[in-house]
Structure formats: C-alpha cells, structure tokens
C-alpha cells in the first residue's frame, strides 16, 4: 500500500500556513521589546502616581482610630522589629457607666476584608451595651500593607498588642471566615484574656480547607502567589490593579497560614463557643461546623437558617442585625456565666470530641470545586488516563461530582490534543528543536503521518483509543494541514465518549474498594493513592486486552519483565554494582580497574574514549605481523562544514563501495550507528551528527564479540596466558513473510520479536503496513547491539585452539591493552573456528562485558557469576598494572570525565 499522504490531506512541504523560524524569531523578538517598553512606562506610572489609598476613606468614618505597634513583642508574629501601623473600627456602646464597664468584643475579618466590613453588625451590637472593636488585620484595609508574616497566628499577636495598647483586659472574640483562625490563636496566646470565641462561616480544620491536604494546599496557595505576583508586578497595568481585593496580601495571608494546629487548639479548648454557619455555605463547607461543633464538646451550633437568614457564606452582609442579636445574647450569657463550659459538657459529645473519626468530608463545591476542575485539566498534560482514573476515584470517595470530574478532565485533554495540533502546524524544523524534540518523537511522527495519510481523519477517533498513537498523530494532523474546524471535531467527540466512560468505570471500582476500607474516613491518602495505582493498572490492563495488538503488546511487556535478559540496567545491575565496591573496598582503590588498559585513553576505555585512536593504534601495532590488515578500513570525519564532510564521506564511498557504516567516534551500545547505502543516507547522518564520526567498510558475515585478556606479569607474579574470556554469537533476527500479514503482524506475532516489538516497530516504522511475500525473509536488525534487538547467544562452543591463536596475534602486539572485547567478523562461522579472514569492527575498553550472558538459556545466577569473575579479573589487572608503575585515574577525574559524556550524549 502506498504511503503518500491522501489528497484530502496535502503533504508538509505543500502545506500553507506554516510558519517559518526566521519569522516567528522576529515577531517574538518585538512582542518582547514592545512587553518590556510597556512594563518599565507602567512602574514608572505606579511610582509617580499616589497609590489609591483606602486610608483616605477610612478615616472619614467616625469610628476609625489608627496606632503604631511594635511587631513582635510577644515573640509570635516576627523579630524584624519593625513598627507596623494597626487601623480599627471602635463603637462605643449607647448606655454607658463608669462603674460597670461594658464586654468588649473583638470582630476579626476574613481574607480579603477589613473592619468595615462590620460597620451594619458593629453599630447593632453597640446599641446592645457592648463596646466593639474592628481590627483592619496588617495587609488589609488602612493598616500597613508590608508585614513579615500574614498568617493567622501573626494576625492574632497583633490583636494581643492591640488589645494591650487599649488596655483591654478581656474581650470576646468574633472570627469570620479566614478570621476564625485567628480567633483561635488569640485565645491559644491569652486563654485568660478571651472569654469566649464565636466562628462565623469561619475555618478550622485543615481536612476541611479546600483539597484538605496541608501540603497540597500550600503548593495551590503558592501558585496563587506566584500568579498574582506575576499580574501585579509582571504586567503593565499602569495602576489599575493596585487596590483590587485579591492582592498580595490577601494571596499571602493564605500562603503563610497553617490549619493544621487548629484542631488541636478546638480539641484542647475550654471557653464557651458559638459556631454560627450556614448550611449552603460554598466557601467554607456546613461539613467544617459540624466538626468543630464535635471537637468542642460543650460548644452551641447554630445555622443562619434557624435565625431566619440566608444560609450563605456572606449572611453578615445581608443579615447583620440576626447576627449581631445572635452573638449579644450569647456574649450576656457569657457574662452572666451560663454559657457551658468543656466541664458542662455531656459524657457522650466528651467521647465523641476524644474520636479520631471526623464527620463525613464534604463534596466540593464553590472555590474547591473550581480548584478540582482545573488540577484535573493541567493533570491530563501529565497523563490523561491516569487523570481519568483519579477522577473516577474522587467521585467514588464522594469529594467530586461526577460531571465536575468528567468537565475537568475532557477539557484539559481536550485542550492539551489541541496544543499538540498547534505544535504540528509549526511545521517539521520546530519539532526537530529543543524542547519539542523531548515532548514529540520526529520518527513517530512520520509513522503517524503515514497512517494518516492511508486512512484519513478516521485517526483521530482511533487514536483515543489506542495507547501509545495519540501524541504522534495529533501532531502529524497539523503537519498535514488538517483543518482546525474538522480536527476539533473529530477530536471532541472521542474524548466525551471516553473519559465519561474511564471516570464511570472507574468510579464503579472505586466504590467497591472504598466500601470495605473505614479508614478513608479520616482521609487517607495513602489508601487513595494505592487504589490509584490499582484501578489504573486494570484500566489498562483491560483496554489492552480489546484488540489483538493490544494483547499482543501485553505478552511482549510480560516477556520483557520475567526474562532478565531484557531487563532495564536500573533493575539488573545492582548486585554487581555492590560487588564492584565490595572489590573497591578490598583493593582500597575505586578506580583500580581504569589501570587495566594503560593504552586507553578516559580511564582504560571506561567512557568517553575515542574509537579511531584505539582503531589506529591497532592498525598500527599489526603492521608487519601475519594479521596485518585486520582492522575494517575506516576514516575519521571531524566537524566541519557539511560540505565538505559530505566530500570526504563520498570519496571513501567511491573507493570501497555500498553499503558503508557511519557511527561517532565516541559512543556505546550502538547508539547512533547508522548503515548508509546511499548519500541521501549519508547527508541525513550528518545533518545531526555535528561530532566527530567515523566511516567505516561494512563487512559481511557472521559476528562475534570475543572478550579477551591477559594478566601482565609483576615481580611477584609471573604473566598470565592470554585467554579468551567470552564469545558472543551475535544473531540479526527476522521474520518470514507468508504473503497476508503486514510486517507489524509478523513482528508482534513472532514469539520472540514480540519482547522487543517497541524497538522493531520504531525501526521500521515505514514499511509496517507493507506485506512481504510468502518465504521472503525481512531482517529487523543491521546491528549486533543487544540493545537494539539483536540475539545474543553463548559462542564459546566457536573456541579453538586456532581462534586462540588468531586472537593472541590481534590482541599480544596490542601495547597498552590487557582487559576488553573485541567486536568481529568473518566470511563464516567456521571460518571464526579456523582462525582465518577475521576483521576487527570495533574494541572496547574495561566496561565491555562478557556478553554471552544474554543467551535466552543463561540464568540470572550464572550471568551475576560470569559479571562478577569479570570485574574480579578486570581489579586484579589493573592492580598488576599500577604494581608496573600504571596509575589508575582517580576518583573525582573518572565521574567528571562519566558526567561529561552524558552531558554532551
């Protein structure tokens, strides 16, 4: 089947709209200077501009007062020393005598407020016979805006000092909102000094602060920080924004404020109490009132319904007057000392107080649920199934709506595909640039693209559904010039049909779960986190099972982890990297092992090191001998103009032919070895390989990796003979067509190709829908790199006593070299047993291993056996090595020369 692109969709060099680098760059360039140009006019306007002053206003009321205080005087706000001014509303009570002072009652806004906002319910409870203060709380209203600390627990030393500056003695404390807190530590600070605390719509405990997390809230707290800073002093507003409600101290005051002590001090609190709160409260849940009402034993709960008033959070601006009757009669019984008391409470609410077991946590609603819905969407750019699951579990566990959580997550994978859209429509070169070659692979594009190209928009729908497709393919649609209209809604309507689903099914399980664990009660995240992870594997251990790919797939994963031999290197080589200490300890060296080869430049051959130079200096050292020639016919190809490496690749071309091997000059594993049979290959490896690179004659025929050594004599031993440590057959695996499956089918249905189908598909990404012929053989790999999909087998059986002696005559002139592998072929295998027409590709220094450890027969024992006689025999060379005056390379040189390779890999 043709892999043309369809003509509904043109190809990406005929594509219009996109947008060239040089053009972008040009416009960035200017937006910038016009954003800093406005940026420097706007402060500069803010400067000479007097700030909007809500202390002009302020104190045209009759009841504002102003004084300085020293912060910090009872060690609980900060140590700076600063004098901070401190603004408040007073009422003086209508009937008043000297010989009974009247009760002092002290009203503590939210955040953001200030003591106007209890100008209706100060006046009220004034004419009730109480004097009544109004703190403005530093940061807020005409007190000072700069403060070290706008916590709660610093709100309330500066009422402390406020109340020290009246000479007030006792006061009853009133908290609304985020002032409930500070109530509470203002009676933590003077418990002789508060008579009593009403909390109005206010918070308490942490559990029921937004997503109920202290560290999860401060993170948002945080990012609400950051992102007003950003608008304040960010964006050129030219004073508009420099006296909104939400400002930096309002971002602060909930940043530098910690709940979690709050219910210990209700649990611990002895005081009368009034919890005043409304049942349809957004803000603050009902949920939160009942719990406090449960840790105060002796405490009054009363809703804002009972009193005839709205149950909202912000009844004290509509119904200030039923407040304000509510809390003087509170306050007289206080007075009159029949408010109960911890010690008047009942024993069943004083063992209630005593459980760990919190009322039911509330749904989320208002601020908490808009905060959900939009960590859901930013959580999809991060992974959009494992969103969908955790979605599913919030709605389980009763803390989301279900179509909360389904808006959140469809349109923040709805927005996120449309982003990767928008990357497409850069056009091919911005992708190929850093960062975006991170986030989108190049070849997997090109795959997508193709697979567009046969079967159109239907892709789109498919791709939802189909793990490991969508990324490519939305960025392959924009590099096609799919229209934005048809991509959006061939888009959306895959992303309602599964994430309602995911969330749905989700749910379901997670109700299962939930049901048999009580202690999610007390909001355990762990027991959260686990069902995460369990619903998430069967999620995906279900979608793979729908199709054949998919189970296919699956079996290919379970190969890769119950055969060590594909194993990743973090998994498998542990134990050997303990032994290697083990021999560090021993020998008191490190790096003694980097003493092996002396000849080796970058510590023996350890990383880093130059295959041209060893190449050469072989070449060099068997001039003369009867394996002379041995080394494949290479040349060095340093950076430079790619003209003229192109000049130089085509002259060794046209004297040694197709194909040729290009690969850099410093590297391992295999990677970036490239088999080049034409100079449209070649000019695409040099196009990205700007490093120096090597060019090599591509030798046919079997290859081995022989690991060979010898151990040098010393004054107290005598040499060890030369020995041939491994031999690796290294196998180019294929599949045989039979004339109706696609190349990926014979991939994924081979019983072995199918462990490393990820490395064969990603290979031969444009000719898996080709349909080779019935017996035609297709090769999967070039390279015998395990890593890259060759077999490896164990070859020692290969050994004779002429392949000895073929290897002494290539390693014994070898000056410098003791311990390594060399990479090798010849015409045939027998010829490897006979010890004729072998060529030497590559050699490798002292971290080459024995690497007929991967045959699919050697147990995980015997290979840790083979590593670790290895690494014992590569210490004991290099320790005779220093005893000839060889000094290994030390510690600090060796990780800076490893962290040097990996930075410029």
Request: net charge neutral; hydrophobic share 45%; aromatic share 10%.
């Amino acid at each position: 089947m043709s892999g043309q692109p369809s003509p509904t969709c043109p190809s990406p060099e005929t594509t219009r709209g996109h947008v060239s680098r040089r053009t972008l760059r040009s416009v960035a360039i200017r937006c910038l200077a016009v954003y800093l140009l406005l940026l420097a006019v706007s402060h500069l306007v803010r400067w000479w501009r007097s700030p909007a002053d809500s202390e002009t206003a302020a104190t045209s009321l009759p009841t504002f007062q102003t004084a300085e205080l020293a912060s910090g005087q009872d060690g609980t706000i900060d140590a700076t020393g600063r004098v901070v001014r401190l603004a408040w509303h007073e009422w003086m009570p209508s009937e008043r005598t000297d010989a009974v002072p009247s009760p002092v009652v002290v009203l503590l806004h939210g955040s953001p407020g200030d003591g106007s906002n209890f100008d209706r319910m100060g006046s009220v409870l004034a004419q009730r016979g109480l004097r009544v203060l109004a703190p403005d709380l530093p940061g807020f209203g005409a007190s000072s805006r700069d403060v070290a600390d706008y916590s709660i627990l610093a709100h309330a030393g500066y009422c402390l000092a406020l109340l020290d500056h009246l000479g007030v003695e006792t006061a009853h404390a009133v908290g609304f909102s985020m002032g409930g807190g500070v109530a509470l530590h203002l009676e933590a600070l003077a418990p002789t000094r508060v008579e009593s605390v009403t909390l109005l719509s206010a918070i308490g405990v942490q559990e029921m602060e937004l997503l109920g997390n202290y560290t999860v809230n401060h993170a948002i707290h945080g990012a609400q920080l950051a992102a007003l800073y950003f608008l304040f002093e960010g964006f050129p507003h030219f004073g508009v924004l420099d006296s909104p409600m939400l400002d930096i101290p309002y971002a602060r005051n909930f940043f530098d404020t910690d709940q979690r002590p709050l219910r210990d001090l209700l649990r611990s609190f002895s005081d009368p109490m009034l919890i005043m709160h409304g049942e349809e409260d957004f803000l603050v849940p009902f949920e939160a009132a009942q719990e406090h009402r449960r840790l105060v034993p002796h405490s009054r709960l009363v809703t804002f319904s009972s009193l005839g008033a709205p149950s909202s959070h912000f009844v004290l601006f509509e119904e200030p007057t039923k407040l304000a009757v509510a809390i003087s009669s509170f306050v007289r019984e206080v007075e009159m000392g029949t408010a109960m008391k911890r010690s008047d409470a009942s024993a069943e609410r004083l063992l209630a107080s005593e459980s760990g077991t919190p009322v039911r946590l509330p749904r989320a609603s208002g601020p908490t649920l808009v905060v959900w819905v939009l960590l859901l969407a930013v959580a999809t750019l991060l992974s959009e199934d494992l969103t969908c699951i955790a979605a599913g579990l919030l709605v389980a566990q009763g803390s989301l709506g279900f179509a909360p959580a389904v808006i959140g997550c469809a349109s923040g994978i709805f927005l996120g595909d449309l982003g990767l859209y928008g990357l497409g429509r850069l056009g091919r070169p911005w992708l190929e640039r850093f960062p975006l070659r991170w986030i989108v692979r190049p070849r997997s594009v090109r795959r997508a693209e193709l697979w567009f190209g046969r079967r159109g928009p239907v892709v789109i729908f498919l791709s939802r559904f189909l793990p490991g497709t969508r990324i490519a393919t939305y960025v392959a649609a924009g590099l096609l010039g799919m229209g934005f209209l048809r991509f959006a809604v061939s888009l959306l309507v895959p992303v309602m049909l599964w994430v309602p689903a995911i969330v749905w099914i989700s749910g379901k399980l997670g109700q299962r779960l939930f049901v048999h664990v009580q202690v999610l009660e007390a909001h355990s995240w762990p027991i959260f986190l686990g069902a995460l992870a369990g619903v998430w594997i069967l999620v995906g251990f279900g979608r793979s099972l729908v199709t054949w790919r998919g189970r296919r797939g699956f079996v290919g994963r379970w190969i890769r982890w119950t055969r060590w031999e594909f194993w990743p290197p973090w998994l498998f080589y542990p134990p050997v990297i303990v032994y290697i200490a083990w021999l560090a300890l021993r020998h008191r060296s490190a790096t003694l092992f980097t003493a092996a080869n002396p000849g080796f430049e970058a510590g023996g051959g350890f990383v880093g090191e130059s295959k041209s130079q060893i190449l050469g200096r072989l070449d060099s050292c068997l001039r003369g001998t009867t394996v002379e020639g041995a080394v494949a016919e290479f040349e060095i190809i340093p950076p430079g103009p790619l003209p003229q490496r192109l000049k130089s690749a085509k002259t060794f071309q046209a004297r040694h032919g197709w194909p040729v091997v290009l690969k850099p000059d410093v590297g391992q594993r295999g990677a970036g070895v490239v088999i080049a049979r034409s100079d449209e290959d070649v000019e695409g490896y040099f196009v990205h390989a700007p490093d120096s690179a090597i060019i090599q004659v591509y030798v046919t025929g079997p290859e081995l990796g022989i690991f060979w050594l010898r151990l040098p004599a010393t004054d107290a031993n005598p040499a060890g003979p030369p020995q041939i440590f491994s031999v690796t057959d290294k196998r180019l695996p294929e599949v045989v067509g039979d004339g109706k499956s696609t190349l990926e089918s014979l991939i994924l249905s081979d019983p072995r190709a199918v462990a490393m189908a990820p490395t064969y598909l990603d290979q031969h990404y444009d000719q898996l829908e080709n349909v080779p012929a019935e017996g035609e053989s297709v090769h999967l790999v070039e390279l015998g790199t395990h890593c890259r999909g060759a077999v490896f087998l164990d070859g020692r059986h290969l050994t004779t006593p002429q392949l000895q002696t073929a290897m002494d005559a290539l390693g014994d002139p070898f000056q410098g070299f003791s311990f390594g592998r060399f990479d090798l072929r010849a015409p045939s295998l027998d010829h490897f047993r006979r010890g004729e027409g072998i060529r030497v590709l590559e050699v490798n220094g002292v971290t080459s291993e024995a690497t007929h450890i991967y045959d699919p027969h050697t147990s995980l024992l015997d290979a840790y056996k083979t590593l670790f006689e290895q690494w014992r025999l590569a210490f004991e060379i290099g320790r005779r090595q220093r005893q000839q005056g060889h000094e290994p390379i030390g510690l600090v040189a060796l990780s800076a020369m490893a962290f040097r390779f990996l930075a410029k890999r």
